[in-house]
């Protein structure tokens, strides 16, 4: 029998009031705003003041493949068991943005019986965080170019602009394009382009905000250009930062919903990985480890990535520390990794599952780096063979890890019982000895070079010439002591996508720099990085549609 579809068990749970689901926490009813019986923002207005004492555990996974790693649906199916063994636990993860989930990826609410809910509300408009992200962008947009309209005050240099529109949607033919054309009364023509909402400085200050006061002081210091004398203009000398802090007020609010099983989830914030620093709020966590015993949230795409951001970038902003890590690989990857192609991961190869386990085991070594315990969640397939998971178990013991076979998107909590048990244990064990990899007095260039080396295994990175040069007048202005937040492909440890495994002694190539001055952190592209990605050939789009009930079909 075919198994049913992830939004077909979604539809089929019967949900709880999310009122049920706050009080499992201790939070009051009048903390609520909610949205239907099923989902509410957290009003932080009506919380008092908490101590974060929770414990944090991340999850975060090898380089992606197409053949799928399941991180999502690792963190709820994870969070699922240990709420089983008794310990008052909170899911946190991002939004989904509708790019992916019109596009190639999916949705981001996890698959099979490790979801969270209600999956459709929640993978398209939810409770409309990402339009106030893209509004207030935009808002800013078209702030600058009035202000150019009526008489340029400040004098912004038309060249120099670098504030970009945004949109929550994967459309290549806006990366760039010309404004204002049409005659003297629709404005100024000059270059402009659009980036996915997700890769918006806006989501970033968002996910990074303490409160509100933070917020409004962060989109004040939102860098939209330069004069030509190179000095900065900001969204505060424009008059924008109380409008945009306005429209993103009761976006601020963290959302509650529930797992499959009922534990309760915070989803908020939705940056890539690949192209911002990939996690969800530092509202919604800390938010989390005040009203938890143990809080798991994720990182995204590899611990490249993701989870170097989360620990070099949220970790240091919000005084946050993990104590364990949990890293997602599957065999099928593993082969991918190893040199098979897609249409060959249904026959066992134990060499190239041995031969892939080098990305896997880079990534337990890193996390070591920054003195955290690593637990292997293997999820399995059907057409994996005892041998090739021996072989995982292997390599990752040879790692002095452990690697748990995890079937919870098809057994639920009960499939993820062996690896809450052994991040219980590593809880049990005592606080890890988080360190980050770079002093924040390290310079820019350093800690991308930090970054590239340590990380990646890079011999060296090549920082084209006007890059270093903003990065010296990055420092010059103050901005020294801030982190990178390197966007590159998610695929490799280096900036060519086609790199697999665990290459060593590539040169990261650094085309381009920008200073996120509200998000507090400089963003280094690498290699051929989009910021605003296009659809593929067959976009899922073609096959969401609503049936003659009214409901909708095809969103995964």
């Keep these: 029998m075919a ?34 019986r099923h989902m509410a923002k957290v009003r932080l207005e009506a919380l008092g003041p908490r101590p974060a004492t929770g414990r944090l555990v991340l999850v975060t996974g090898i380089n992606p493949t197409p053949a799928g790693e399941g991180k999502t649906t690792t963190t709820v199916g994870l969070a699922d068991a240990l709420s089983r063994r008794g310990l008052r636990t909170a899911a946190c993860l991002r939004e989904p943005s509708l790019g992916p989930c019109f596009g190639v990826k999916g949705g981001a609410t996890g698959g099979g019986y490790a979801q969270v809910v209600p999956m459709e509300e929640i993978n398209l408009h939810f409770t409309g965080d990402f ?38 949607m994967n459309d290549r033919a806006l990366r760039q394009l010309v404004v204002g054309l049409g005659g003297v009364a629709n404005g100024y023509p000059r270059e402009d ?77 939705g940056p890539f990985a690949n192209i911002a620093h990939g996690c969800n709020s530092v509202i919604a966590t800390r938010t989390a480890l005040a009203h938890a015993d143990v809080v798991v949230t994720e990182a995204g795409f590899g611990a490249d990535l993701g989870a170097e951001k989360f620990l070099h970038i949220k970790c240091r902003q919000a005084g946050l520390a993990p104590d364990c890590v949990v890293i997602v690989a599957t065999v099928r990857a593993l082969k991918m990794h190893g040199g098979v192609a897609k249409a060959a991961l249904g026959r066992e190869d134990v060499a190239a599952v041995r031969r ?52 919870h998107w098809s057994d639920g909590s009960e499939g993820a019982a062996a ?94 720099v920008r200073l996120a001055a509200g998000a507090g952190f400089v963003v280094a592209l690498a290699g051929d990085v989009m910021t605003m990605p296009g659809l593929p050939r067959v976009p899922a789009a073609e096959t969401i549609t609503l049936n003659d009930a009214g409901e909708i079909e095809g969103l995964f």
């Design 193 to 269: 382009g659009f980036d996915i909402a997700v890769a918006s400085e806006v989501m970033a200050v968002l996910c990074l905000a303490r409160d509100l006061a933070d917020l409004k002081a962060r989109l004040g210091r939102l860098i939209v250009g330069n004069r030509r004398d190179g000095s900065a203009v900001t969204a505060a000398d424009l008059k924008a930062d109380g409008a945009m802090a306005v429209l993103l007020r009761d976006a601020l609010n963290p959302n509650l919903v529930q797992t499959l099983e009922g534990t309760p989830a915070f989803v908020h914030g």
């Design 419 to 512: 690896l809450a048990e052994a991040v219980a244990a590593r809880l049990g064990s005592g606080p890890a000895s988080f360190t980050p990899l770079y002093p924040a007095g390290l310079g820019l260039a350093e800690k991308i070079r930090t970054i590239a080396t340590q990380v990646y295994r890079a011999a060296d990175v090549a920082i084209a010439p006007a890059a270093a040069k903003r990065l010296a007048g990055f420092e010059a202005a103050g901005f020294g002591h801030v982190p990178v937040c390197i966007a590159k492909t998610q695929y490799s440890f280096s900036a060519d996508p086609t790199l697999l495994g665990a290459p060593e002694g590539h040169v990261l190539p650094v085309r381009e």
């Design 356 to 407: 892939g386990t080098a990305n896997l085991l880079r990534h337990i070594d890193n996390m070591g780096r920054f003195g955290l315990p690593v637990v292997v969640a293997l999820n399995r397939f059907d057409s994996d063979t005892a041998a090739e998971l021996d072989a995982v178990r292997e390599a990752v013991a040879s790692a002095g890890s452990e690697a748990h076979l995890c079937t």
């Design 131 to 168: 339009h106030a992200v893209t509004a207030a962008n935009n808002l800013l947009a078209a702030m600058i170019d009035n202000h150019l309209y009526w008489g340029n005050a400040l004098q912004l240099d038309p060249r120099r602009i670098t504030w970009r529109r945004g949109l929550d």
């Design 3 to 36: 198994q049913p579809t992830d939004i077909a068990i979604a539809r089929a749970a019967t949900l709880r009031p999310i009122g049920t689901i706050a009080a499992a926490l201790g939070l009051p009813d009048d903390a609520l705003h909610p949205f239907g």
